[in-house]
């Protein structure tokens, strides 16, 4: 492959790879109001994906929605915005870090705002369908406002 060659598939694996974990971030604000299921997160995940988060982790794509709803019902409303993408692809596999900021707005009106800044390390890998996530793990950087009970043992 020429060097131009090379370099027109690395920034499409880049795009890709970018597009790609921005649908994931807004399914965490979206999964019961899209009615996102395991088989949308195989467009995003690979089948024995491991995701680990502050609140708990989870293996394989099978049950992830169901995951991710029972998170998102804590809250009146969550908003997460994530970026820069750095993207290091070697072949078939990528490693990407992601910014991410988090506003979790409590049940109660009155209970304000849970925030959290962080980032993701996650890898990826290029399959038959296009790139799949197969690991994420989101570390806590730091929190602002009252975090729930059923938050007490997490890693913040």
């Known amino acids: 492959m020429s060097g131009h060659c090379m370099a027109t598939r690395d920034a499409a694996d880049r795009a890709e790879l970018r597009e790609l974990f921005d649908r994931y971030v807004v399914a965490l604000d979206s999964v019961a109001e899209r009615d ?24 394989g794509v099978a049950g992830y929605a169901a ?29 990407l ?3 991410q900021l988090a506003t979790h707005v ?9 925030e959290v800044g962080g980032h993701y390390e996650a890898r990826a890998l290029r ?14 950087d730091w929190t602002r406002g009252r975090r729930l009970a059923a938050f007490a043992d997490a890693r913040f």
């Open 127 to 140: 399959t038959a369908d296009g790139w799949r996530l197969a690991r994420i793990v989101f570390h806590v």
């Open 36 to 59: 996102l299921d395991d088989d949308w997160f195989r467009t995003v995940f690979t089948e024995d994906v491991e995701l680990s988060f502050p609140i708990g982790s989870h293996h």
């Open 97 to 99: 870090r992601v910014h």
């Open 67 to 95: 995951f991710q709803r029972t998170a998102r019902a804590w809250w009146r409303a969550t908003h997460h915005i994530s970026g820069p993408h750095a993207v290091d692809v070697e072949g078939d596999e990528a490693r």
């Open 106 to 114: 409590h049940l109660a009106a009155d209970a304000g705002l849970f």
